[in-house]
């Protein structure tokens, strides 16, 4: 983990100003007390991030789960009750991940996970522009359609102009412009620019901004900048901690919220880890059962010390990812941060403009939905684009889990349309003879629901192996296989494994990209 710490600490850094709003907003939507936020980010940053397996996940409060914790307070007679519910969600996930429900994840298809980060790229963008212009009637880290103040996520922005904040809108655009020539400019001009991150500069410029313009036509009102408690003294900080009432144990709709809470949560964490996977550039594969451990535990610890529950988070994760985070060490480093701040430095991180962080977190949105993907996806064909729309518009226009449920449904209904499920889609021969020889042949058929199994197969292959891969009898090969076989190829170097695809069109020994192979396949009809 410390080799990467170059990369890791700059990352970190990035990650917190990202955090930071999003555990206080989560906290307020919640009705929650804004310090159960802090916490749930400090223990999904250093427990979770130590204990994962995910080299880039980050961990903490989530927006899915806000309406959910919400409810849950007011039907349990308060937030003590309600925290019994977090620590048992947190052990029902120890036992998924005992039982190994974690290859759930795999059985969603790519088209799905794609339209999930462009969903949630949009909603960020969407959500953000209101806090950009210094509109802030809606806490940050919110990702339903209808927010709490009675708006929608457009009534919101056609309502910025009766509402801007000229401060606030200022120190913005110069928070994007700095964030914006760091990204395309000067972190290509030296090593000290990749050290020091755009982001951490247009933060420290928003608080000198914040405290030049005071009483002036440009001064920004405590209601438009970051709302960290700020205790008196050792007391009064250790009395922002609650802890459960464990008498409420014997309550049945105790135990309802948290099967509730460790469901969604743990659907939330397989769906990130599967979404970030995919978009690191490394191509690690994160074990998802040491996950649902690992998430468990950290809602134990939240649950007794009056945290939020805690899952792996896209917002943090994607932040991390983009700001360069390379091992665990960012996630790590981010909780220390979070922790560091809201003891020694809450006055000044009082004095950070939302307008600032706001602009980071659009920049943020757009890398994960740039307009590109949506032509790239329609070039794949309707059978991955159409659960990819239904994705992003059901995140857009409901939320988060409500979008990946219509996606996931409109994608089966696809597959049934257009194929059906071989129980014979893979037959594994071991030619070894003294050597590691292994040949694979798939199926007339292999859709998505194949793709657990397949991934599972391939990352059992010892090192110095030689892959036989037959495809010759294959007339249906979804994409999402294609996708493992690509992400294998580049882990297969590392392992000194050779794989030779045997086609109809040919052999072809380690193939320079499964991807461009299969696109000269015939359509099947």
Not at 38 to 44: F, K
Not at 110 to 134: C, E, R, Y
Request: hydrophobic letters at 50%; charged letters at 15%; glycine letters at 10%.
């Amino acid at each position: 983990m410390f080799k990467t710490l170059k990369n890791d600490l700059p990352a970190s850094i990035v990650v917190f100003f990202v955090a930071l709003p999003l555990c206080l907003g989560i906290a307020l939507a919640s009705g929650a007390p804004l310090f159960s936020g802090l916490i749930a980010g400090i223990v999904g940053g250093v427990v979770v991030g130590a204990l994962s397996g995910s080299k880039i996940g980050v961990s903490g409060p989530a927006a899915g789960l806000a309406a959910i914790v919400l409810t849950a307070i007011g039907t349990l007679g308060g937030y003590q009750n309600f925290l019994v519910a977090v620590v048992l969600g947190g052990i029902i996930q120890i036992v998924f991940g005992l039982l190994k429900a974690g290859i759930i994840g795999y059985y969603f298809p790519s088209s799905v996970i794609k339209g999930m980060l462009t969903g949630i790229g949009i909603i960020i963008i969407l959500k953000q522009i209101p806090h950009f212009f210094g509109y802030d009637a809606e806490p940050e880290g919110a990702d339903s359609f209808i927010e709490t103040s009675g708006e929608n996520t457009f009534s919101a922005i056609l309502n910025i102009t009766d509402n801007i904040t000229m401060g606030s809108m200022v120190i913005g655009l110069i928070g994007l412009a700095i964030l914006l020539l760091w990204d395309k400019v000067l972190s290509k001009k030296g090593k000290i620019f990749q050290i020091i991150q755009g982001p951490l500069v247009a933060v420290v410029l928003g608080i000198i901004f914040y405290v030049v313009t005071q009483g002036s036509n440009l001064g920004i009102a405590q209601t438009h900048l970051v709302s960290v408690p700020i205790p008196e003294d050792l007391d009064s900080f250790i009395g922002q901690f609650s802890f459960p009432n464990f008498a409420a144990i014997t309550d049945s709709q105790v135990w309802i919220v948290a099967f509730t809470i460790a469901l969604v949560a743990s659907l939330e964490t397989l769906l990130c880890v599967e979404a970030t996977d995919k978009i690191d550039p490394n191509k690690n594969v994160t074990p998802t059962n040491r996950e649902l451990l690992a998430q468990g535990t950290g809602n134990i610890i939240s649950g007794l010390i009056g945290g939020l529950p805690i899952t792996q988070v896209i917002v943090r994760s994607s932040a991390n990812i983009q700001s360069g985070g390379r091992s665990k060490m960012s996630a790590i480093i981010h909780g220390f941060l979070l922790l560091i701040s809201v003891v020694l430095i809450p006055k000044l991180l009082n004095m950070i403009p939302l307008s600032v962080l706001a602009a980071i977190l659009l920049i943020v949105g757009y890398k994960l939905a740039k307009p590109g993907l949506f032509k790239k996806m329609y070039d794949m064909g309707w059978k991955q684009f159409v659960p990819f729309v239904v994705t992003v518009a059901g995140i857009v226009f409901i939320d988060l889990l409500w979008g990946i449920g219509l996606g996931l449904l409109v994608g089966i209904v696809v597959i049934l349309i257009k194929s059906y499920q071989n129980s014979h889609f893979l037959h594994i021969e071991d030619k070894s003879n003294g050597k590691h020889k292994i040949k694979m042949t798939f199926a007339e058929e292999v859709t998505f629901f194949n793709k657990g199994a397949i991934l599972k197969e391939l990352e059992s292959l010892p090192k110095d192996t030689y892959l036989e891969l037959d495809v010759r009898k294959t007339r249906y090969l979804d994409n999402d296989i294609i996708e493992i076989l690509e992400d294998f190829a580049f882990k297969a170097k590392e392992r000194n494994i050779d794989i030779q695809l045997i086609s109809e069109r040919g052999t072809v020994e380690n193939p320079d990209s499964f991807i461009e192979f299969f696109k000269l396949r015939p359509k099947s009809a």
